[in-house]
């Protein structure tokens, strides 16, 4: 098993892991017309199962504090592209990266070699499908993530798991049962606990993966709330299947289709005004 | 087939036909059924004959002076001691080598090991290991443990035999019971930055305690029971002396010789009283017999409650 997939292109001039870069000074400002900077720069992102190719050279950067939607039919490689950004595929075996994937400010190569899928993974928050709280007290589900990187002094944890909780709007529905069991919880609050989960050790990048499609409508507009209200601090990268809602919560908009990426922009732009036809037919129902 | 809009209409002799037809499916879905709960009670009642003659046999002999008597060549007089003594220090050596060698195993082969044909093979070896006849550990242990090892007939050897019997037994349900919790729980440890090793520690190991604790136990009500593998390597039927105490009265306090005493179990005390001629000695192993159902029946029943309360508050 590949515990350490090596990038296949890694570009000789590029820094080592770690080592900032002062700000952004390999991204052409010309070439960026956006105000806001890139918090994650996918360049020619390629990924492999066994010898299927699954993404196909993706470039994208996703922007600083807000939201990027994923959208596209099944099978087009949207969670795939997702599960590359905090090396999810890693745990499985049969996998290959090509490309790069850089965080920024510090410009680390997350698929760079000699990279620990361990560390990138603790600065990517990830909300999946399913509500998938650990059967534990919703007190120890949120501050998992917080004992992990080592922190164990009760009156810190507290205060980092109530915080989580009340960015998760979920506080004043649990505050009085914190040691209850987090499954006596409905969906929709199991699913704002598992982000309360993911962004209580404050990371940089919160993956959502379909989130709310296991949900009714109260819950999912209460997930769609959250998630607007999270950009404030952090940046989402969130897939979806429901394209009202990549219209509703989203900044930017990728549309993907058969592993390529096809259309990348502001997501007003994108849903008005396509500039592919594929996507065009897409967002209209065409297929898909 | 027929549909709501179809203008096609059935001749009535047809209907009566499936009707005809239906019935006798039912017919035979009832007489199976039937059929099913007749074997089924067959199979108890016999279970519960066994056990009742056993008690109507030996009850009477069941008291504190037969638990706390060796064996004697007067059948009224003979006891169990140094057979249950024997038996619980059996069991306390192959649980200590069964339980974390099983367990580490079932782990590493769930959770570690990458899926080849490598990994295949073992696993095919470890079912077939489950169906190995268990005097064939007792010629194994004989070789390995009492003369390549020297450990004699012993204690050590008898409960490293019963150890190497039911250690698939102990593999195959840790895995089972991992095989359980679904992959995204695993998912979550790992998408926080967990390595395996604390996703197994924190939420693995934890949340299949049940599964895994029922497994140790069903293992061990087997090992239990078992004579041959005891016999192969030479355990004694009769002992009129315990073996040396684990905990001493001066330094250094405790003590392993025990271990490496010769012993008795309870299976071959039974076997042992079976073998003799007499009405008394066989009122003797109907009542060691009895003991023995008795200690795993009550196993069994701890199993049962135990997965209860460890998975009282896992719900998937």
């Given at each position: 098993m590949s515990t350490q997939p090596q990038s296949l292109s890694p570009a000789k001039n590029e820094p080592l892991p770690g080592i900032s870069l002062g700000g952004r000074t390999n991204v052409d400002p010309a070439e960026d017309k956006r105000p806001v900077p890139a918090k994650v720069q996918i360049q020619e992102l390629s990924f492999f199962y066994g010898t299927h190719q699954v993404l196909r050279s993706v470039t994208l950067e996703v922007p600083k504090d807000q939201v990027t939607a994923l959208i596209g039919p099944s099978g087009c490689g949207k969670t795939t592209l997702l599960r590359c950004l905090n090396r999810m595929h890693?745990?499985?075996?049969?996998?290959?990266?090509?490309?790069?994937?850089?965080?920024?400010?510090?410009?680390?190569?997350?698929?760079?070699?000699?990279?620990?899928?361990?560390?990138?993974?603790?600065?990517?928050?990830?909300?999946?499908?399913?509500?998938?709280?650990?059967?534990?007290?919703?007190?120890?589900?949120?501050?998992?993530?917080?004992?992990?990187?080592?922190?164990?002094?009760?009156?810190?944890?507290?205060?980092?798991?109530?915080?989580?909780?009340?960015?998760?709007?979920?506080?004043?529905?649990?505050?009085?049962?914190?040691?209850?069991?987090?499954?006596?919880?409905?969906?929709?609050?199991?699913?704002?606990?598992?982000?309360?989960?993911?962004?209580?050790?404050?990371?940089?990048?919160?993956?959502?993966?379909?989130?709310?499609?296991?949900?009714?409508?109260?819950?999912?507009?209460?997930?769609?709330?959250?998630?607007?209200?999270?950009?404030?601090?952090?940046?989402?990268?969130?897939?979806?299947?429901?394209?009202?809602?990549?219209?509703?919560?989203?900044?930017?908009?990728?549309?993907?289709?058969?592993?390529?990426?096809?259309?990348?922009?502001?997501?007003?732009?994108?849903?008005?005004?396509?500039?592919?036809?594929?996507?065009?037919?897409?967002?209209?129902?065409?297929?898909g | 087939m027929h549909f709501a809009g179809d203008s096609i209409v059935l001749p009535e002799h047809f209907l009566e036909h499936q009707k005809g037809r239906a019935l006798r499916r039912k017919a035979i879905d009832r007489w199976f059924g039937r059929l099913g709960l007749i074997l089924t009670l067959g199979t108890l009642g016999v279970l519960a004959i066994l056990l009742l003659n056993l008690a109507a046999?030996?009850?009477?002999?069941?008291?504190?002076?037969?638990?706390?008597?060796?064996?004697?060549?007067?059948?009224?007089?003979?006891?169990?001691?140094?057979?249950?003594?024997?038996?619980?220090?059996?069991?306390?050596?192959?649980?200590?080598?069964?339980?974390?060698?099983?367990?580490?195993?079932?782990?590493?082969?769930?959770?570690?090991?990458?899926?080849?044909?490598?990994?295949?093979?073992?696993?095919?070896?470890?079912?077939?290991?489950?169906?190995?006849?268990?005097?064939?550990?007792?010629?194994?242990?004989?070789?390995?443990?009492?003369?390549?090892?020297?450990?004699?007939?012993?204690?050590?050897?008898?409960?490293?035999?019963?150890?190497?019997?039911?250690?698939?037994?102990?593999?195959?349900?840790?895995?089972?019971?991992?095989?359980?919790?679904?992959?995204?729980?695993?998912?979550?440890?790992?998408?926080?930055?967990?390595t395996r090793w604390q996703a197994v520690w924190h939420h693995l190991l934890p949340y299949s305690t049940g599964g895994i604790s029922t497994g140790v136990i069903l293992a061990m009500s087997r090992a239990i029971g078992e004579s041959s593998p005891l016999i192969t390597i030479g355990a004694l039927t009769f002992i009129a002396f315990l073996p040396p105490p684990a905990i001493l009265d001066h330094a250094p306090f405790v003590s392993f010789s025990w271990l490496f005493s010769p012993f008795t179990a309870l299976p071959i005390q039974m076997f042992n009283w079976v073998s003799r001629p007499g009405e008394e000695f066989q009122a003797n192993a109907a009542a060691a017999g009895l003991l023995l159902m008795v200690i795993t029946l009550g196993m069994n029943g701890a199993a049962i409650l135990l997965r209860r309360h460890a998975q009282r508050n896992i719900k998937w």
């Amino acid at each position: 098993m590949s515990t350490q997939p090596q990038s296949l292109s890694p570009a000789k001039n590029e820094p080592l892991p770690g080592i900032s870069l002062g700000g952004r000074t390999n991204v052409d400002p010309a070439e960026d017309k956006r105000p806001v900077p890139a918090k994650v720069q996918i360049q020619e992102l390629s990924f492999f199962y066994g010898t299927h190719q699954v993404l196909r050279s993706v470039t994208l950067e996703v922007p600083k504090d807000q939201v990027t939607a994923l959208i596209g039919p099944s099978g087009c490689g949207k969670t795939t592209l997702l599960r590359c950004l905090n090396r999810m595929h890693d745990l499985y075996p049969g996998n290959r990266y090509e490309g790069s994937v850089k965080l920024q400010p510090e410009g680390i190569d997350i698929l760079g070699p000699g990279m620990d899928p361990i560390q990138v993974r603790m600065r990517f928050g990830m909300v999946f499908q399913k509500p998938n709280p650990f059967p534990k007290s919703i007190y120890e589900n949120v501050a998992y993530g917080l004992r992990l990187q080592g922190m164990s002094k009760r009156r810190e944890l507290d205060e980092r798991v109530e915080k989580a909780l009340r960015e998760a709007a979920l506080w004043d529905e649990v505050k009085s049962r914190l040691h209850g069991l987090a499954h006596n919880l409905s969906g929709g609050q199991q699913q704002r606990l598992c982000i309360a989960r993911a962004i209580a050790t404050d990371p940089d990048v919160v993956l959502f993966d379909e989130p709310t499609s296991a949900l009714d409508p109260i819950a999912t507009s209460k997930i769609e709330e959250l998630i607007v209200e999270l950009k404030k601090r952090v940046t989402v990268v969130i897939v979806t299947h429901n394209l009202q809602q990549a219209g509703r919560i989203s900044d930017m908009t990728a549309f993907m289709y058969l592993g390529e990426l096809i259309e990348f922009g502001e997501t007003n732009r994108v849903f008005t005004n396509p500039a592919k036809p594929q996507t065009e037919d897409y967002i209209s129902g065409r297929f898909g | 087939m027929h549909f709501a809009g179809d203008s096609i209409v059935l001749p009535e002799h047809f209907l009566e036909h499936q009707k005809g037809r239906a019935l006798r499916r039912k017919a035979i879905d009832r007489w199976f059924g039937r059929l099913g709960l007749i074997l089924t009670l067959g199979t108890l009642g016999v279970l519960a004959i066994l056990l009742l003659n056993l008690a109507a046999n030996g009850l009477f002999r069941i008291d504190w002076h037969f638990l706390t008597s060796f064996p004697s060549r007067r059948a009224a007089e003979a006891g169990v001691l140094s057979a249950w003594v024997g038996t619980a220090l059996l069991m306390l050596v192959t649980a200590s080598l069964a339980i974390p060698l099983g367990v580490a195993a079932g782990i590493y082969l769930e959770e570690y090991a990458p899926k080849n044909k490598w990994t295949d093979f073992v696993e095919i070896n470890i079912a077939n290991l489950a169906g190995v006849p268990s005097i064939l550990y007792g010629l194994m242990a004989l070789g390995l443990f009492v003369y390549k090892f020297r450990f004699g007939q012993s204690i050590l050897a008898g409960g490293m035999a019963l150890g190497c019997l039911v250690l698939p037994i102990v593999i195959v349900s840790t895995r089972e019971a991992l095989r359980t919790i679904p992959a995204m729980i695993r998912e979550a440890a790992f998408a926080l930055g967990a390595t395996r090793w604390q996703a197994v520690w924190h939420h693995l190991l934890p949340y299949s305690t049940g599964g895994i604790s029922t497994g140790v136990i069903l293992a061990m009500s087997r090992a239990i029971g078992e004579s041959s593998p005891l016999i192969t390597i030479g355990a004694l039927t009769f002992i009129a002396f315990l073996p040396p105490p684990a905990i001493l009265d001066h330094a250094p306090f405790v003590s392993f010789s025990w271990l490496f005493s010769p012993f008795t179990a309870l299976p071959i005390q039974m076997f042992n009283w079976v073998s003799r001629p007499g009405e008394e000695f066989q009122a003797n192993a109907a009542a060691a017999g009895l003991l023995l159902m008795v200690i795993t029946l009550g196993m069994n029943g701890a199993a049962i409650l135990l997965r209860r309360h460890a998975q009282r508050n896992i719900k998937w």
